[in-house]
C-alpha cells in the first residue's frame, strides 16, 4: 500500500494572518514562480521577516 506523505509548512504570525515562511530568499522566489505559473497568481515578491530568519511572499510585487 502506498503512503502519502504531505510537509505541512512552517508558519508565521504578521501582524494579524499566518505566513508561509521559506529558509532562503531563493526558496521563496521559487514558490512564488510556481503560485503565477500553476495557479495563475499575479506576480508575488519576496521579503525577510522582521521576526526570524525566514522569508515570506507578498501581494506587493518587489524587486
Known amino acids: 500500500m502506498k503512503s502519502s506523505v ?11 494572518q499566518q505566513k508561509i515562511c521559506y ?11 510556481v503560485a503565477e505559473y500553476d ?4 506576480k508575488l515578491g519576496v521579503y525577510k521577516c522582521e521576526y526570524g530568519n525566514h522569508w515570506h511572499l507578498s501581494s506587493q510585487a518587489r524587486t
Not at 529558509?23 to 514562480?33: G, H, I, K, T, V
Request: proline share 8%; charged share 35%.
Open 23 to 33: 529558509d532562503s530568499r531563493e526558496e521563496a522566489e521559487a514558490a512564488a514562480l
Open 6 to 16: 504531505y510537509k505541512v509548512p512552517k508558519k508565521c504570525w504578521v501582524g494579524d
Open 39 to 42: 495557479y495563475g497568481a499575479p
